[in-house]
């Protein structure tokens, strides 16, 4: 769309991403909005803004940006200042043309239609009219439509006139992973529309993702930022399992990163890409086959972080259904780091248990069995002690639990990321060799912690991220 439209939709993400939020208890289950019947039935894309400032979703969003120290001022001068560009105001020119909702469609043809019911009509013909591209204007259902053409407003007509989105099956499926209340929902046909984009990239076949449909959409909560992704794959590659290996993790870890299930997913990357193609070159590269290493993260994993000098440690925990053959695979590209480092695989004992370590790059890093159903590698001198070890571990902090609790974290999970946003200053520090501004610094503390959780099984999996600020 021209820059009007343009305008609306750029206010619309910056306002939502700002200020969205989510609370440490799982958000009802979404429904599709009324406005969807404003979608015709072979819409690429439907999205829904809401712009209502009297809103309970724009009162908690307000009251997140005063928690994070400079945020609110930063971007009340970063949308004054875009609006200033275009010799506007958002409240003589924005707020009042707006209305409550405002809506987002994509049509087959590849147009975007924006729509709204304004609190004044007279305010959106003068933001209109200020434009440096013509736009064109109509009422549609008592909503007014803006377009780049009047052909495209035609169009748009026709399609609506042929069904629309309103009662879809899978319209409704998407919506139901993305929260009741929310400052943004949006549904893509990912399966129609990757195909024209490829074309448009002078694809011939096009492009398959293998993804039907994908949604999103971004909340206002009490206590953080929510987000939700639906997605829907045909043939059904997700799978759950039990998250045993977290609790092994040291608490002190600032990141984690969790897998398993994942046997399905290898078996599809082996058969939708030619690894024969790519087989040798990673083989003398690593001395191992793609097989073995694909093998490797077929069962259950998780990678973390952990503060460290002079860098962070990174240890990674594989659990897969063949311990044996992942160990040779791990003890076997160990050996071919040493040669090619013109070094040796040097072992010994610790606390009972071989340790192998090899140095590359200046770093050492180590590699073991755990209670021989698991391998560990890590760059951390006491990594493999800590991981052991009886001690405090991450599943019992404070910080994880509320994380996950508000993803609703049971006993299976399809993988999960999880990150202690201010623990990780120090490490940031320690990285960059300096510090953080003071303000950035102040900001980040704010920020307790961020987990993103992936659930389902089949055909439908639900992405669920929550950022929670301190109390």
């Not at 875009?82 to 043809?109: I, M, N, Q, R, S």
């Not at 990285?431 to 501004?437: F, T």
């Amino acid at each position: 769309m021209r820059r009007a439209i343009l305008l609306l939709a750029a206010l619309g993400a910056a306002l939502s991403l700002a200020a969205t939020g989510c609370g440490g208890v799982a958000e009802q289950a979404g429904t599709v909005p009324d406005s969807a019947s404003l979608a015709p039935a072979d819409a690429l894309a439907y999205a829904t803004v809401t712009t209502d400032e009297t809103s309970d979703q724009w009162a908690r969003a307000e009251d997140l940006l005063h928690r994070l120290p400079g945020a609110k001022g930063d971007l009340t001068d970063e949308v004054a200042r875009a609006l200033e560009d275009e010799g506007l105001t958002w409240k003589d020119d924005v707020a009042p043309a707006l209305g409550p909702e405002v809506v987002f469609v994509v049509t087959a043809d590849r147009k975007t239609i924006v729509l709204t019911k304004p609190d004044d009509e007279a305010r959106l013909a003068a933001l209109v009219a200020k434009s440096d591209e013509p736009i064109v204007q109509t009422t549609v259902n008592g909503w007014s439509a803006l377009a780049e053409r009047q052909e495209d407003l035609t169009a748009y007509r026709t399609a609506l006139a042929r069904g629309t989105l309103a009662g879809d099956d899978a319209l409704e499926t998407a919506f139901e992973a993305l929260p009741e209340e929310a400052l943004v929902r949006a549904w893509v046909d990912v399966a129609e529309a990757t195909p024209q984009l490829g074309r448009q990239l002078g694809q011939a076949q096009g492009v398959d993702l293998g993804i039907d449909w994908l949604s999103a959409g971004l909340a206002a909560e009490d206590d953080g930022i929510r987000l939700a992704v639906g997605v829907r794959t045909p043939g059904g590659n997700g799978t759950e399992y039990e998250p045993t290996l977290v609790s092994k993790v040291p608490a002190d870890a600032v990141a984690a990163l969790s897998f398993g299930g994942t046997q399905k997913m290898v078996d599809e990357i082996e058969r939708r890409i030619p690894l024969q193609d790519i087989a040798g070159k990673v083989e003398d590269l690593t001395g191992v086959s793609v097989g073995g290493i694909l093998d490797a993260f077929s069962g259950e994993g998780i990678v973390y972080v952990r503060p460290g000098t002079p860098a962070p440690e990174v240890t990674v925990a594989l659990k897969p259904p063949d311990a044996d053959a992942v160990w040779q695979t791990v003890d076997r590209v160990a050996h071919r780091l040493a040669a090619s480092s013109g070094t040796t695989v040097r072992t010994t004992t610790e606390d009972g248990r071989e340790v192998s370590a090899v140095v590359t790059d200046g770093t050492t890093v180590r590699y073991a069995r755990i209670s021989g159903d698991t391998v560990l590698v890590t760059t951390g001198a006491d990594g493999i002690r800590d991981f052991a070890a009886d001690g405090d571990k991450l599943s019992g902090s404070d910080a994880y639990r509320r994380a996950m609790e508000a993803v609703g974290l049971g006993d299976r999970t399809a993988g999960f990321l999880y990150v202690d946003v201010d623990g990780l200053v120090p490490v940031v520090n320690g990285l960059s060799g300096g510090r953080l501004s003071t303000d950035d610094e102040a900001l980040v503390e704010q920020i307790d912690a961020f987990v993103l959780q992936a659930t389902g099984t089949g055909d439908s999996q639900t992405l669920t991220g929550f950022l929670r600020l301190n109390d």
